[in-house]
């Protein structure tokens, strides 16, 4: 069973369009993550939720926008996509904000 | 002001040869150091948490220690498939649990 799934694996797309990502987790954990990792492999945070609660909003253009209908689910919504969007976007959940988080395996956007 | 510095960028080690990454920090409260490592495609894989100063913890041929100011991860006696890149993030308190990451270790072990 995969803890922390998301969908797609990958994403190749024109600029100017609109996409999401999706995210899963089965761990029971009650706060999530979204982080992006660019070309040089640097992980950074975007935008985290604790129990559905957004707590972390860091300076993102406005074009991403987290969604999370459950504690279990964190989607992202990305319009207007622009090539320096093109990246890997990771999820990731942990029990708490105090405890260890585990990623999912990715999703590589690529925007043409 | 880089908050997480890992250093080297690139480990490259034969078989056996035991050595050490470092993860040097500089944060106003520390709420926890976070050891991932991260293969080519994948997601990065939860190994270790220290809390504090003079904490250790071991898994296999890794090792994770901690002083108030960094923390190395010493592989001992690697093998081919410790290669990796292998992350540090830190917590801060009051952060909201936000991770703070390095910008990585690439290592590779060659038969």
């Known amino acids: 069973d995969t803890a922390v799934s998301q969908t797609p694996k990958y994403l190749v797309t024109q600029m100017g369009n609109d996409k999401s990502i999706k ?10 993550y979204w982080y992006k990792q660019d070309s040089k492999k640097f992980l950074k945070i975007m935008f985290s939720y604790n129990n559905k609660e957004l707590i972390i ?5 406005n074009r991403f926008s987290p969604k999370s209908p459950d504690k279990a689910h964190l989607n992202l919504h990305i319009n ?14 942990s029990l708490n904000r105090v405890s260890e988080a585990f990623f999912g395996q990715g999703t590589r956007l690529t925007v043409v | 002001e880089d908050q997480v510095t890992q250093s080297p960028e690139a480990l490259r080690l034969q078989e056996g040869e035991s050595s050490s990454l470092n993860c040097s920090y500089t944060v106003s409260g520390l709420r926890g150091l976070f050891w991932y490592r991260q293969d080519p495609g994948k997601g990065p894989e939860f190994l270790f948490t220290l809390y504090s100063a003079g904490e250790e913890k071991e898994k296999e041929r890794l090792k994770a220690t901690l002083t108030k100011k960094e923390s190395f991860l010493h592989i001992t006696a690697p093998k081919p498939e410790d290669s990796a890149t292998y992350l540090c993030a830190v917590r801060e308190t009051d952060s909201w649990g936000k991770f703070q990451f390095g910008a990585g270790t690439q290592v590779v072990v060659t038969p």
């Open chain 1, 57 to 61: 909003n860091e300076t993102v253009p």
């Open chain 1, 23 to 32: 995210c899963e987790q089965n761990l029971g954990h009650d706060t999530m």
């Open chain 1, 80 to 93: 207007s996509l622009e090539l320096g969007d093109s990246a890997v976007y990771f999820c990731a959940s």
